[in-house]
Structure formats: structure tokens, C-alpha cells
């Protein structure tokens, strides 16, 4: 199963913005939401090309309300997640998922809330600690190029 996570934009409550609308609400209908972390919104879809259209149907929604939107891909990696571009350009065939883990955006876990991202990027298979705060652990998320130069 793929996972999806949406991180909500601090000044909104995700779970309500989405449920409460009529559109957002249909497309999530048949999943069954969960907050893995404060304010986020996570579900399962069956392939990583049915959790991208799901982000596509959403983006209305995800441009307001959220600051990013994830997915675990089991076939690229059991760990780490993938930024929406990054998943949709693997799905496309645009990045090969072995070559998707050198740059990463890191966020820390701080009770249950992700806190702080930074961007990291892994040399000869290393990958610098996280270091913005003490936190209790980290969530690692596989971003292209282009996200980990903007």
C-alpha cells in the first residue's frame, strides 16, 4: 500500500478545511483519514499512481491549505517519503526511484508534531543529523533537484 500524508499549513486546521468542503470531501470519501501528527491528514491508496491523481484531485485544497504533500512509496523505499513532485515524476518515469535518494528535506518530530524542515543532502550514503532542535525523531522526505535548490 502507498501512504499519503498532507501537512496542514500552521494557521489552518487541515482534517476540517478538507472534510468541510464538498469536493474534498467526495474525493476522500473511501479512505480512511488518520493524523499521524498534528495537523496532518494521512491515508492509504493501493499504487503510487493512485495516490498522485488523489493529490491532483486535491490541489485546490493543498495549494490553501497545506504546506506539503507526501507519499510512501514501498517499491522506492519502506522509510522515506517523497515529495508530491518527486512521486509524480517517478510515476511518470521522469526519475528513476534509485536514482530519487540524494537530496532530502528533513523534519524533525517533536512529540506529535513535524516541526522545522531543513534540507540535507546525502553523500557516499551518509546523511547529515538533523540539527535545528532537539527533537525525538526525524521524518526523512526524497525531494528533486529542483525543490532542494529553490
Known sequence: MTRVCLVGSPDVNLR???VSRETARDALATYDL???YANTV???TISLGSAVSLL???NWYLVRFA???LVLEPSVSDEEWLS???ATAIRDDEIAPDASERFLKMYGI???RLVEPMFVARTDHELPEYDLRDVDDTLR???TREEFEA
Do not use: I
Request: net charge negative.
Open 16 to 18: 476540517y478545511e478538507l
Open 34 to 36: 488518520r493524523e499521524p
Open 42 to 44: 494521512a491515508l492509504e
Open 56 to 58: 491532483n484531485d486535491l
Open 67 to 69: 504546506d506539503a504533500a
Open 84 to 86: 508530491r513532485e518527486l
Open 110 to 112: 517533536d512529540g506529535e
Open 141 to 143: 522526505v526524497r525531494v
